[in-house]
């Protein structure tokens, strides 16, 4: 994947497109060359599940419950229970780094896809928690918005981890 936050057509479904991988890029970019226990580290007191193998993890799900869960209606299969809400974040530190960049990457060509080949106008099959029934369009905004955060805390854990910046 490209990273560049420059779309080659500067139309709707190109931007956001665009717009979408370029953060997903950038996410990746921040745990390249990262030793597997810096992967695992939680350097927040107050947030003992916020790791870069955690948030790569978080990621992956989100997307995973946007397009597949809410948009195309599918049963939902995460990981997160009643009980641990979280736990996307928490079995992440017990998985290989590679492993979870490599499932990120292959889940995000999939949902690529789904993209491209679909009306942004598209109701998703399922509504969300107040009954109100979103489009494509508002899951790749809401999915641009949520990894754009996450790049600032993974971009904030990787200088904690080992001094690396930028990306």
Same mark, same amino acid.
């Given at each position: 994947?490209?990273r560049?936050d420059?779309?080659?057509?500067?139309?709707?479904?190109?931007?956001l497109?665009?717009?979408?991988?370029?953060t997903?890029?950038?996410?990746?970019?921040k745990?390249?060359?990262?030793?597997?226990?810096?992967a695992?580290?939680?350097?927040?007191?107050?947030?003992?599940l916020?790791?870069?193998?955690?948030l790569?993890?978080?990621?992956?799900?989100?997307?995973?419950?946007?397009?597949? *869960?809410?948009? #195309?209606?599918? %049963?939902?299969?995460?990981?997160?229970?009643?009980? +641990?809400?979280? @736990? &996307?974040?928490?079995?992440?530190?017990?998985?290989?780094?590679?492993?979870?960049?490599?499932?990120?990457?292959?889940?995000?060509?999939?949902?690529?896809?789904?993209?491209?080949?679909?009306?942004?106008?598209a109701v998703?099959?399922?509504?969300?928690?107040?009954?109100?029934?979103?489009?494509?369009r508002?899951? *790749?905004?809401? #999915?641009?918005? %949520?990894t754009?955060?996450?790049?600032?805390?993974? +971009?904030?854990? @990787? &200088?904690?981890?080992?001094?690396?910046?930028?990306?």
């Amino acid at each position: 994947m490209t990273r560049t936050d420059m779309p080659a057509v500067l139309d709707e479904r190109t931007s956001l497109a665009t717009f979408l991988d370029y953060t997903r890029a950038t996410a990746l970019a921040k745990c390249e060359d990262l030793a597997q226990e810096d992967a695992r580290k939680a350097p927040l007191p107050g947030s003992p599940l916020m790791t870069l193998a955690g948030l790569i993890s978080h990621l992956r799900w989100v997307e995973y419950y946007w397009f597949d *869960v809410v948009f #195309l209606g599918g %049963e939902d299969e995460g990981p997160w229970t009643d009980e +641990d809400p979280d @736990r &996307e974040m928490r079995i992440a530190v017990d998985l290989p780094l590679v492993e979870l960049l490599d499932d990120y990457r292959q889940l995000t060509d999939r949902y690529r896809e789904l993209v491209a080949g679909t009306d942004l106008d598209a109701v998703a099959r399922r509504t969300v928690r107040d009954g109100r029934q979103i489009n494509l369009r508002w899951i *790749v905004l809401h #999915l641009i918005e %949520e990894t754009a955060r996450h790049n600032g805390h993974l +971009d904030l854990l @990787r &200088e904690l981890a080992d001094g690396s910046t930028g990306a």
